[in-house]
């Protein structure tokens, strides 16, 4: 049934302009509960390659949690890891990620702890065969506060960078601040998928962000973010983002106005 690997809460600095816990702050916690997992069973050196993160009730300032893990799946050359996020004052499940880690050669196959899992029934992929459509979204460099134990980019770096990617494709749509503010909307992450290549960046590497939409629906949306090194144009991590425009009141989701899907989907993205 898995093993505990993190316990901690949210801290009121961590949550969005939204009210929730910040998407990149799971991954900074996850990230913990991995490397916690991944010793456990004896394959620090492994190195996860993608994954796939749900997000199914908010998590808000002060609010406790903790982290069960195990091995979902073992296969020849990786292993897939499931990790879930509970509330610790209700047990109310949160958050499952699940994580693909590539097993270097020599490597043993643990098979315990197992944990119970329910795999993704399909896989929209991250859009790789369109680039029409993309938008500018994010500039900057790497850090040394970002930089995690190896000496790499930290996982939480690379959905922060996300982040920005989303509010400026949201503004691009319309779902500017101003309406968002005026409207009391908001915008809520379901799920989260990332792919990362290697090498990872290093402190000091300049990196931009280009961000598309790949679906349109009446209250949700699908995006993808691509995050590359600026002087050289290679790709580092692909993100797929999925949300649902937000009723902060309710705290639910609410159809988009009809102009401003009229305005996103002028931005969906295409094939060149």
Same mark, same amino acid.
């Given at each position: 049934?898995?093993?505990?690997?993190?316990r901690s809460m949210v801290k009121a600095w961590e949550c969005d302009s939204f009210?929730?816990?910040?998407?990149?702050y799971y991954f900074d916690r996850f990230a913990d509960a991995s490397a916690t997992l991944r010793e456990r069973i004896g394959i620090e050196r492994a190195r996860p390659v993608h994954y796939l993160a749900r997000f199914i009730a908010e998590l808000r300032a002060g609010e406790a949690f903790h982290f069960e893990s195990g091995i979902v799946v073992v296969k020849e050359d990786e292993l897939r890891l499931?990790?879930?996020?509970?509330?610790?004052a209700t047990g109310k499940l949160c958050t499952t990620v699940e994580e693909r880690v590539e #097993?270097? $050669?020599? %490597?043993s196959r643990p098979s315990e702890p197992t944990i119970d899992w329910e795999p993704a029934k399909d896989d929209p992929g991250f859009a790789d065969e369109m680039s029409?459509? #993309?938008? $500018?979204? %994010?500039?900057?460099?790497?850090?040394?506060?970002e930089i995690d134990a190896q000496g790499e980019l930290s996982l939480a770096s690379y959905v922060h960078r996300s982040s920005i990617g989303c509010i400026q494709l949201l503004t691009a749509m319309g779902l500017t601040p101003d309406y968002l503010r005026e409207a009391?909307?908001?915008f809520s992450t379901f799920e989260i998928a990332l792919r990362l290549e290697l090498p990872r960046p290093k402190a000091g590497e300049p990196l931009v962000v280009s961000s598309?939409?790949?679906q349109l629906g009446s209250s949700s949306v699908r995006m993808v973010h691509r995050i590359a090194e600026a002087r050289s144009g290679r790709r580092v991590a692909t993100l797929r983002q999925s949300g649902a425009h937000f009723d902060l009141v309710a705290r639910r989701s609410a159809p988009i106005p009809q102009e401003l899907r009229a305005k996103a989907a002028a931005l969906l993205m295409r094939a060149s």
């Open positions: 049934m898995g093993i505990e690997t993190h009210g929730h816990f910040t998407v990149a499931g990790h879930r996020l509970l509330n610790s #097993l270097p $050669a020599g %490597a029409a459509g #993309l938008v $500018a979204s %994010a500039r900057d460099r790497v850090r040394a506060s009391r909307r908001g598309g939409l790949m």
